[in-house]
């Protein structure tokens, strides 16, 4: 069943067309993958399934729901959540305050005690935010700003959440262990899509993904299926001219 | 999986053909670009009635490797169609392709009953055409136990059947009769041996078939469909319920034109079968004519499956028919006729399927008005029509000449006797 579905979507910025009739779905329960070079249009489809930018055709289906239009904080109350491209945690705030925030839309829908128990789950899942509870958000490392990152989005419980580039910037083993915790949430049934330029490493935790090509989608199949697929292979990875 | 989800897979997988199919393969491209139509414009599976057909001139235009979608390094495996002229159509697979195709058979040969716990004795050849490795990848990709008997002696296939307990037979109809007559030849009765499940096709056959090659082999014949310039013998099969055959419609979109004038007709219309694929890499088709004649229906299946089905293919559009594995199709055999001068292109093709080896007799009549002067020149137009024919076609025909009127007007330019 899918919980997020792109009908012929288009969008862009101006005169400038990003997204020229895109059309993809993300099962529930499920890693979803896009992967494309720069400017393909990755970033722009998870701003136009959160209303941060104008959709000028198609349709974007949630829950079943039809919701092009949909102001971002009503698809937010929906249970979507994003974690923008570098995780963007509020420097000046504390780890348990930036967390907190992440369930300011639970607001009078949840008791007091049931976001308690969503932040000691964090800092279960994430054992380093529990130390750096009280410290600001901009002293901890790359890594752990990407974890706070993803512990804060899933302090709203969203049943959807959209990973933009979650290891962009990171050294290899904190990216390696971002993406261990993004594998990991499929554990809890959140259903994931997610944008990563390693593709490589998306397509190992990932159940399905598809290809986007200035603006369109150009693939689309299991991960099984892409990482043997030589047009994958010899344009992201780099790995085509093996054995010879 | 619902109709609704299966109609969002579908668009996604359209749209990544068509973008892939424009950027490319330059017959596409061309096409798109003299129409003015851009990938962009499919925004819906509507849109794909904007695109003309694909003919299987465009696929012999664009012989051998004109209509690959990855560079040839990219292809594993390479398979041709049967053609009576011209060049054949050329099919690549990649590796993907491959997987996909034994998936599907694997799939079609498991909604028939089959599992891993069968031996399959496949009896298509392996060679250039696809059903062979179809199967024979499908039935691996299931787990069964393969045995590639391939054509050929019959009594072989037989012994075979007998000492290996094979418990499912795939190939022709056709053959599965002479399979029959082979074992009862031989003293046996079906009951001696394993049989349960027959998969059927490459051949029209009907109901009448199905009961005899039912009661004759003991087994549940199955009909499956599938055309080479699609992959093989994976485009639909049936189901238990017998109905209709389900149309793999997570990788084919299905559409019934007019055969003649080529316009969309409505579900449950009967028509000419069009196929787009939707997951092929090294070959993917937009619109193509498949020229066999039947209905969809997209009503729910009593099994459950939500893929619409097909009725089985009656006939072919062009009124072809298989002989020896050979398509013959009366208009070009008509053509054919016509080229001799004193000939009229009017003849009537019978084809006698009476014995294992079936045989063709062409009757053909002198244009109204001729009156050759002697009966030297009457030996010499039939050798020469002959000639022409075998030539064409690969295979001994018989031609009968007669006096212009001979044929009698209006009686159906082809007759199958058995």
Redesign the interface.
Known sequence: MSLLRLSSVRAGYGGLQALRGVSLHASEGEITALLGANGAGKTTVLNAVCGLVPIAGGDVFFAGERVTGYPTERLVRMGLAQVPEGGKVFGELSVRDNLLLGAYSRRGRSSRAEVRDDLEEMCRMFPVLREASSRRGDTLSGGEQQMLAIARALMSRPRLLLLDEPSIGLAPMAAAEVLRQVAALRELGTTVLLVEQNVAAALQIADRGYVLEVGQVVLEGTAAELLASRDVRRAYLGRDYEGI | MPRT?LR??Q???L??TV??AY?NVAFYRQRFDELKLS??D???LDDLGRLPLTGKDDLRAGYPYGLFA?PLR?VVRIHMSAGTTGSPSVVGF???DV?HLAALVARNLSAAGVTADDVIQISFEPGIFTAGFGFHYGAEALGASVMPLGYGNPERQVRVMRDFRTTVLVGTPDYALTIAGAMEDAGLDPHELSLRVGIFGGEPWDESVRQTVENRLQLRAFDCYGLAELGGPSVSFECPQHSGLHIAEDQFLVETVDPVTGEPLTAGEEGELVFTTL?K?AFPLLRFRSGDISRIDETPCPCGRTHARMARVSRHADDRVVVRGVCIVPSQIEALVGSVPGLSPACRIVVDRSSLLERIEVHVQLAPGTVPDRVGRLIQMEAEVRRKLEETLGLPVDVKLGAPGTLPAGAPALEETS
């Open positions: 989800e969002q897979l668009l996604e997988r749209q990544a973008n892939r950027r990938p962009e499919f925004q819906s990855v990219e990649t590796a993907n997987r997951a890499e």
